[in-house]
């Protein structure tokens, strides 16, 4: 590296290290490092002389070093800089003149007109290729955003990014094209699959946000699910109990009818008829009740069209549809969707239904329990009378033989 390279790195790392405004989160001393390794790359890449290359590096040291001074036509500045510097270190005008020349050469839309130039434009953009374009790149929207120059959504920065680079941007020297061209494309591919996944993320808030006013709040679906939920679950509790009263009834009347009736046949067990008769009668009757509460209903099955235009079946029942074809069924199904206050009125229907069923089985459950709480009782008392009574204790009298 010549002496002038080395007190230009000097030069241009004091400047931007002292003199930059900290809202350069991108036109600092770090990127003005890649700049430089990017031109050493291809001044070793297309084969650059000796004398030519200390003009591409003096000027990449100092190519933005405007920024310093001023965000707009930081080029100018940049270029009285380096006159001033390298008039300083006793350069000829030619030298000078060149290393301006080659500074301008990165002002933006500005066409390359020799090789030393087209070197200089791809170095300044060789950024497009490397991996972690995509935050350096964040970096220029935030730093344009803090400076109040330019405020862009991070959409609209991506979509401003694949524009540039699919249609603004191409790479000058052989070097790049070949060596860069394929990271460039790469980032052109992730710029664009960051853009789907995005409309993607937009599709879906769209949906959401055009079909909340159609679909029920929360608090109409949790009374809708929690009302439901509570009348199976009273309808489950009152089959449990009318299988417990039928469960025991069917024990009671088992044992008596294996134990107590076979007795009866003995003139001294005859007090056990009517205690026996009215047991097995009452529980009997307590099964049957058990039976009634817990017997199904089971409607036509079947609906007719006009039926469903007015709304007037209920399709979420099985008992309305259990007959009727599948493609029927899904035409009403199809019908019900579509009509959110049709829902709402199959789902009121279904739980007013299920109240009605419910109601029935807890009128007959109670006539139940009390019958066969009643005939319990009975049975008991009438037991102890006879047992009292007419008991085996009791004196039969036999009748008189006369000789």
Known sequence: MSSIVSKAEVFATDKLTGNTNPNYLYHNLRHTQRVVDSTKELIEGENIKDNESELLLVAAWFHDLGYTITYHNHEEHSCKLAKEFLTENNYPT????????????????????????????????????????????????????????????????????????????????????????????????????????????VKKENLKAHFKGELPDRGIQTLYRVTLQSHL?????????????????????????????????????????????????????????????????????????????????????????????????????????????????????????????LERKYRILRWTYTVFMTGMIISVIVFGIALKFYGPERILELPVMQP
């Open 94 to 201: 030619p030298f000078i003149e060149q290393v301006c020349s080659l500074i301008m050469a990165t002002k933006k839309n500005y066409s390359p007109a020799n090789e030393l130039e087209k070197i200089m434009r791809d170095a300044d953009s060789s950024h497009f290729h490397i991996k972690n374009f995509m935050a350096t790149t964040e970096l220029l929207r935030e730093e344009l955003s803090l400076l109040g120059i330019q405020s862009n959504t991070p959409v609209d920065w991506r979509e401003e990014n694949i524009k540039l680079l699919r249609t603004k941007h191409r790479f000058y020297t052989d070097y790049a094209i070949r060596t860069w061209q394929k990271g460039k494309d790469k980032n052109i591919k992730r710029l664009i699959k960051a853009k789907k996944k995005n409309n993607e993320l």
């Open 233 to 357: 679950k009273l309808s489950d509790i009152a089959d449990t109990k009318a299988n417990i009263l039928l469960s025991v009834n069917a024990i009671i009347v088992s044992m008596a009818l294996a134990n107590l009736v076979p007795k009866l046949d003995n003139p001294s067990n005859d007090y056990l008829f009517y205690p026996t008769f009215l047991f097995i009668v009452f529980s009997v009757v307590s099964m049957v009740m058990s039976i009634i509460a817990t017997r199904p209903n089971v409607t036509s099955g079947q609906f007719t069209e006009e039926e469903v235009t007015s709304k007037k079946v209920n399709l979420l029942f099985f008992g309305n549809f259990h007959k009727m074809k599948l493609e029927e069924y899904n035409w009403a199904m199809t019908e019900l969707i579509k009509d959110k206050d049709y829902i709402y009125s199959s789902l009121t229907k279904d739980l007013y239904f299920l109240g009605i069923v």
